[in-house]
């Protein structure tokens, strides 16, 4: 346990985005370790000496491997932006090129095989909104920093070894699938998840996630399988036949963080069986797991697979083993009359009552044990995810051994797959009814989970974890969890509000104002793109999530643009909306009628605004600018502009899509930050509007076009006064607080001191 403390913290501080650890301090922490050996080695001498030192030693050890990681040269970096041909081999995913290294494949499907593609070598994406999907990061702790962007197939061969194998084995596992059960079957055997589509926010939302990426789960339950088959063969050579069997399925499906621990926690039992010795306790097993991946894989710690899946075995270690304990002495205990007699002679006697309490209590300690870390991720708690997995799991645990013998089977003939499909199909579909069914329980919101907030969960799940083991009385733990509670709830949002994000939506609008304890202000929603992306859906939604955000009093469609208004309807059937801002009708436009149907269904207070109405939320208030009772006929036009101000000042003008000639309308004062209007376009952000605000600072949402935004006369304007600009196209989300402003994506600190990364 001590060593795999060690190389978490040492993996940490050596792989961060900016690593705290150098060899001068490696160093430093060498020679400090050093005193320890004495008092170490000393017989009778201090269990804390012992400890520290093999704390040290494993941080020291994995921390230099971390930073060895962290320097590596990538060979992809300097030729970045480059058109290359490349051979090598691909899974669909990858490209494997000899000598040189991996890229992750973009653009142009390849079917897996031997190839030659030619492509323009590019950058992996950052984190480009909350709640994103750190592309980049996610790449590189498996040690792939760029991706192919695929023009042609210049020339493709049938995939070979490895690649044929897995080709075979997948044609077995979907043999006779409808496409939906034939996905998940996939994903949970192989590890292959590009065909769930929106199976993925299905799975998730029921808090049924983790059965689609490839986890620990699936390594154990082949492990127990083949175990129980290999019994009569006797401990060793049964052993072999299991250790065999893992081997070669990390070797298939590759070596996944949670993989990896599975494959390490079942070597660790099979070794302790092949020694004739006692097999090691969970917690000592998981500790041998930590320590072999981070020695193989520093990065992983920054991983959230590896987290949650050690998270979740830790939970169920330290929790699901006392509880149960504790309940099996109480049933023991009990006497036999009375209905709490009654109920302990049941689980007594009763095999099924007995598997019903051990599987809810293992269920929710598994999700106690990564809870912060969920919440944190998915902007959400699925609130019934222990009674859903209660089912989910032993459903689960039975289609990847029905999914391995499919695909063995379909190497011998493809009837014999569809007959073990047979008994498969079933239990998918009832897997898939089961997530239809919980998703549509609403989840808790919650949002972005800082450093502290794990710090004092942990301390709370620490408190629980000792008072089960009887270390503490059940009336200190519960003052630990109030406190816990009571600090978590009066600490200040660590960013402050009021905040303004603009989000990156591409080439549209949406715009958050967050008001604290869970409340924002909404300004548009993206749009919709003609190849099916609804911003409001993919972006705006989990962002909204991440941010901590489960009600919006107020939300404001600016006008009847796609760009602006398109991805509005999946916010409103998402989250509790008070009222909704309008300007001037334009029910002819198919995005405002589809608007007013949810509004009308969601039963969605709608007022049209003119200038001079304006709402309070505490030290903030929203005055209209614009429209005037007097419509101009034209959408952008007729935009709603609004001018936010903060504790009596004025603070952020969003002005829609309002041409030059509305700009000269506007009653505008000084104001620090203004949102370019109509994304930066030649007719707008006149010399007048910038003299009458007289900005600070300049943001601009913009994404990749065709219309030349934001126009260079524009952006000339803004260079000659000196203003620092800052877009979404550039930099992802903008994130502007009183006084500060920060991007998603790190940026140059423009003039003013304003700017810097998040």
């Known amino acids: ?104 494949l973009k653009g142009a499907a390849v079917a897996p095989g031997e190839a030659t593609l030619r492509g323009e070598l590019v950058p992996l994406a950052r984190r480009r909104n909350p709640g994103g999907f750190d592309e980049a990061g996610f790449w590189r702790r498996r040690g792939i920093r760029a991706g192919l962007r695929v023009e042609t197939v210049v020339a493709r061969a049938p995939p070979g070894g490895l690649l044929a194998a897995r080709a075979a084995l997948q044609a077995g596992v979907v043999a006779g699938l409808e496409p ?7 994903a949970v055997t192989l590890g292959l998840r590009h065909d769930l589509g929106t199976l993925r926010g299905l799975f998730a939302a029921a808090g049924m996630a983790h059965l689609l990426a490839l986890s620990g789960l699936h390594v154990g339950v082949l492990a127990a399988a083949v175990g129980a088959l290999a019994r009569p063969l006797g401990p060793r050579l049964g052993g072999a036949a299991v250790a065999s069997l893992v081997a070669g399925y990390v070797l298939l499906v590759g070596p996944g963080p949670s993989v990896v621990r599975a494959a390490s926690m079942v070597a660790a039992v099979l070794l302790a069986r092949a020694l ?15 320590l072999a991946c981070l020695l193989a894989a520093p990065a992983w710690v920054g991983d959230l697979g590896f987290q949650l899946s050690f998270l979740s075995v830790l939970g169920i270690a330290v929790l699901a083993g006392p509880a149960l304990r504790s309940a099996s002495e109480a049933s023991t205990a009990a006497p036999a009359s009375g209905a709490g007699g009654g109920v302990a002679h049941a689980l007594r006697t009763r095999r099924f009552g007995r598997w019903l309490v051990a599987g809810l209590v293992a269920s929710a300690a598994a999700q106690a044990g990564s809870l912060s870390v969920v919440a944190g991720a998915f902007g959400s708690l699925p609130l ?40 498969a199909a079933p ?46 009385r059940w009336r200190s733990a519960l003052l630990v969890l109030a406190c816990a509670a009571s600090v978590a709830w009066l600490l200040p949002d660590a960013r402050g509000v009021p905040e303004l994000i603009v989000l990156d939506v591409g080439q549209g609008d949406a715009v ?37 955000v489960w009600q919006l009093p107020l939300v404001v469609a ?13 916010v409103l059937e998402a989250f509790a909306v008070g009222e909704l801002w309008l300007g001037h009708a334009e029910p002819e436009r198919p995005v405002w009628q589809r608007l007013e149907a949810i509004v009308r269904r969601r039963g969605v207070a709608v007022r049209e605004v003119r200038r001079g109405e304006a709402v309070a939320f505490g030290d903030l208030r929203i005055d209209v600018l614009h429209p005037t009772h007097r419509p101009h006929g034209e959408g952008n036009a007729d935009s709603v502009a609004l001018l936010l101000w903060y504790r009596g000042a004025p603070w952020a003008l969003l002005l829609g899509d309002v041409p030059a000639l509305v700009e000269a309308d506007l009653p505008v004062p000084p104001t620090p930050v203004l949102m370019a209007p109509h994304h930066g376009s030649a007719t707008s952000t006149s010399a007048a509007l910038l003299r009458a605000a007289g900005p600070e600072l300049v943001l601009i949402s913009v994404g990749s076009n065709r219309y030349g935004h934001p126009a260079a006369e524009v952006l000339a304007r803004l260079e000659a006064a000196r203003l620092p600009v800052l877009t979404t196209h550039h930099h992802g989300a903008l994130r502007v607080r009183p006084g500060r402003a920060c991007a998603e994506v790190e940026m140059s600190r423009p003039g003013g001191g304003v700017a810097g990364a998040c």
């Open 276 to 290: 004739d010795v006692r097999a090691p306790p969970l917690t000592a097993s998981l500790a041998v797991a930590a």
């Open 512 to 548: 958050v104002v967050r008001l604290g304890r869970g409340r924002a202000v909404l300004v548009d929603g993206g749009g919709v793109t003609f190849g099916g992306f609804d911003s409001g859906a993919r972006v705006v939604v989990p962002a909204l999530r991440a941010l901590g």
């Open 427 to 472: 239990l998918a579909a009832g897997l898939l009814a089961l997530a239809d069914a919980a998703s549509r329980v609403p989840p808790l919101p919650w949002g972005e989970v800082g450093p502290e907030g794990h710090v004092l969960y942990a301390c709370a799940l620490l408190a629980l974890a000792l008072a089960l083991r009887g270390r503490l």
């Open 558 to 570: 600016t006008h009847a643009d796609l760009d602006h208004m398109g991805g509005l309807p999946a």
């Open 1 to 104: 346990m001590p060593a795999a403390l060690g190389a978490v913290l040492g993996s940490a501080l050596a792989t961060a985005p900016e690593p705290w650890l150098t060899p001068g301090w490696l160093l430093t922490a060498l020679l400090a370790l050093a005193l320890l050996v004495p008092a170490a080695a000393r017989h009778g001498g201090p269990a804390w000496a012992r400890w520290a030192l093999v704390c040290g030693l494993a941080a020291v050890a994995v921390g230099g491997r971390g930073l060895a990681w962290s320097a590596a040269v990538d060979p992809w970096q300097q030729r970045l932006g480059q058109t290359l041909t490349l051979t090598g081999s691909s899974d669909g995913r990858l490209l494997i090129v000899p000598g040189e290294g991996r890229l992750v």
């Open 384 to 423: 019934l995810a222990p009674l859903v997995n209660l089912v989910a799991l032993p459903a689960a645990s039975a289609l990847v051994p029905l999914g391995a013998l499919a695909g063995l089977a379909g190497l011998a003939h493809p009837a014999l797959a569809h007959l073990v499909n047979a008994f």
């Open 180 to 186: 939906r059960a034939a996905a998940v079957q996939q």
